[in-house]
């Protein structure tokens, strides 16, 4: 069997490794670099250039240069270069190339095989995607591993002798992700992942571009713009202040140079970031609650990812922690070498003894279903697969049908924690077909969800009493993920005081024991949710029911 490799597909930053002589190992790009910039231009002969060649187009050719095209992953988004059309996951795949090409320069051999990491809390739809960019490379995906996972592993390799609780923090380009595990003498246990698919260094980015011009419009000025914010915010990190000086970045509309020459302090970025910055608090809380750990109880805090150099993250993390975070892996390169040593196990090159891996998925995974209450019928997600549930797993549910005779019935996948299915990412449905004419209730179906270790989720359903089944791998793009909702903080929603004593009175009526149909629970859910969400009309009409089932309660 060839040799498998390791690929770190980051947002800004891509990596390869291999296992060598039983221990991983970067290797190193065209241009002699470990770290190969995420950028790929395609020239106007149809040539296509990856990493630091092609980032020098950025400012000269943004209009068939890509950056950052993993935040695109799964989105159906098209890419437009010289007037044909890209996926997102075709410009991965010219990635993967890249590297997979370096690889077989170096080892000077055929690779077509690899682990390629995602982030943990990447859902079905983008590890999908990304298995795709991988096939499109030619490459056969071994496994999709999450990369806070990839990181334990790198750093369990290293102890393997260590019993130790660590959390892993990683900030990168794109994205967030907070892994709690156990380690114990080789034995890497993921107890809980959470995370935020869309928060990382490009938003700090973004968030001084904001502050220094408006380039609407002009992408070689935007591209200047971007360049000057990030160099700025790297500066930050080891210094107080930074001076951006862009002569003649844009004409405004009145035909006058725009030029940009000002100082910013990090005072001044740390006031700038600090909402985005202090978000990462929930992830690591939640992370740490799911896990059943209470801050104290950590013995390691792993920084990973090339934001988690930035003071005031790393403040965050200590304060939320009340621990010193060390970085005894290194951020940049840690999760491409746990990547190899997976590919290693894999392979064989490393004996699977010393190593043990479960991982979790990190999102609960369930249906919808009619809920008969005392005033109406609703719509209500009944979860099938818990959040951290470890993988592989395969779970099931008997749902009934909700309408007499009814000879068919859709079996909707979602993806949250929400009591409304509106609320929660909608991944696909399966529709059972075939279902024998009964009344209401008799005729019960199976459905049952299974996720792979991989974070791929296959639904099958069947009807119990003729063992007609469908199953289906769920299949659909341009889902958006959804904010992530903590009900707890409802009252800071706008509005939420208008919506108080009603949501007080249904409460006192629950923890009395009144609410026997757990009708009032999932009102009061979802009037916070909408609020949330900043539904007003939604959260109105929800209070109304409310109060009218409140009213016809003995
Ligand atoms: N010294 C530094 N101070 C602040 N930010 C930094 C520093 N060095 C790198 N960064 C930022 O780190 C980010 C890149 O980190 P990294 O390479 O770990 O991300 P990635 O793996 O490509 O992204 P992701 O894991 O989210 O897909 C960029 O936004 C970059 O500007
Ligand atoms: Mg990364």
Redesign the pocket.
């Known amino acids: 069997m060839s040799r498998i490799v390791g690929i ?7 990596e390869i490794a291999c296992i060598v002589d039983g221990a991983p190992r970067l290797i190193p790009n065209t241009l002699g670099k470990l ?1 190969t910039p ?1 950028v790929v231009h395609i020239s106007d002969n149809g040539d296509i250039l990856v990493g630091e060649n092609a980032a020098e187009y950025l400012f000269t050719r943004p209009d068939c240069t890509f950056m950052e095209v ?1 935040r695109l992953t799964g989105s159906g988004e098209v890419l437009r270069a010289h007037g044909k059309e890209y996926s997102p996951e075709e410009v991965q795949s010219m990635l993967l190339k890249y590297l997979v090409g370096c690889a077989e320069t170096r080892l000077g051999e055929k690779i077509d095989r690899a682990v390629i990491t995602v ?1 943990a809390y990447f859902t079905d739809i983008q590890r999908r995607a990304t298995a795709k960019a991988g096939e499109l490379a030619g490459l056969h995906v071994e496994r999709i591993l999450n ?1 806070p996972t990839a990181a334990a592993l790198d750093y369990g390799m290293a102890n393997l002798k260590e019993c130790k609780n660590v959390l892993v923090y ?8 907070v892994t709690v595990l156990e380690l114990f003498e080789g034995v890497i246990d993921v107890k809980a992942s959470r995370g935020n698919n869309h928060l ?3 938003d ?2 973004e968030i001084i571009m904001a502050r220094l011009a408006d380039t609407t419009g002009d992408e070689r000025a935007l591209m200047r713009l971007k360049k000057a914010a ?1 160099d700025c ?6 210094r107080e202040e930074y001076g951006i000086s862009l002569p003649f970045l844009l004409t405004a509309k009145d035909g006058k140079p725009v030029s940009v020459e000002r100082t910013v302090t990090r005072a001044e970025f740390e006031e700038w970031v600090r909402e985005k910055v202090e978000s990462t608090r929930e992830p690591m809380m939640t992370a740490l609650s799911d896990s059943g750990l209470s801050p104290g109880d950590l013995n390691v805090i792993l920084l ?7 003071p005031c993250v790393q403040k965050v993390v200590q304060e939320s922690l009340s621990a010193f975070p060390k970085s005894p892996v290194d ?2 390169l840690t ?1 491409a070498r746990g990547a190899a040593i997976q590919a290693g196990l894999l392979e064989g090159s490393i004996a699977s003894a010393e190593l043990v891996l479960t991982d979790v998925c990190p999102y609960t995974l369930g249906t919808s279903v009619v809920h008969e209450g005392l005033y109406d019928d609703r719509l209500v997600f009944d979860a099938i697969i818990p959040r951290n549930t470890t993988i592989p797993t395969e779970k099931s549910k008997i749902y009934h049908p909700h309408t007499d005779y009814q000879t068919q019935a859709r079996i909707e996948v979602y993806q949250g924690d929400s009591a409304d299915p509106q609320n929660n990412e909608r991944l696909g449905d399966v529709m059972l077909t075939g279902i024998p004419p009964a009344k209401r209730g008799r005729e019960p179906i199976e459905v049952v969800f299974a996720y792979d270790i991989n974070g791929i989720l296959q639904v099958k359903a069947s009807v119990v009493s003729t063992g007609k089944q469908v199953s289906a791998e769920i299949n659909t793009t341009g889902v958006k993920p959804k904010p992530v909702l903590d009900l707890s903080k409802w009252e800071k929603a706008n509005g939420a005081r208008r919506y108080r004593p009603a949501i007080r009175k249904a409460e006192k009526r629950i923890a009395g024991g009144a609410d026997e149909t757990g009708e009032l629970d999932i009102l009061v859910k979802q009037i916070k949710e909408a609020l949330l969400l900043e539904k007003e009309e939604q959260a109105g009409g929800l209070r109304d029911q409310l109060l009218e089932l409140l009213e016809a309660m003995p």
């Open positions: 770190d597909l980051g947002t800004s930053t891509s770290i995420s993993k982030p990369e990683d900030l990168g380009g794109g994205t967030l992700d990382g260094g490009k700090f980015d990030e915010k790297i500066a930050l990190s080891s990973v990812g090339g934001s988690t150099r930035i951020p940049d999760v």
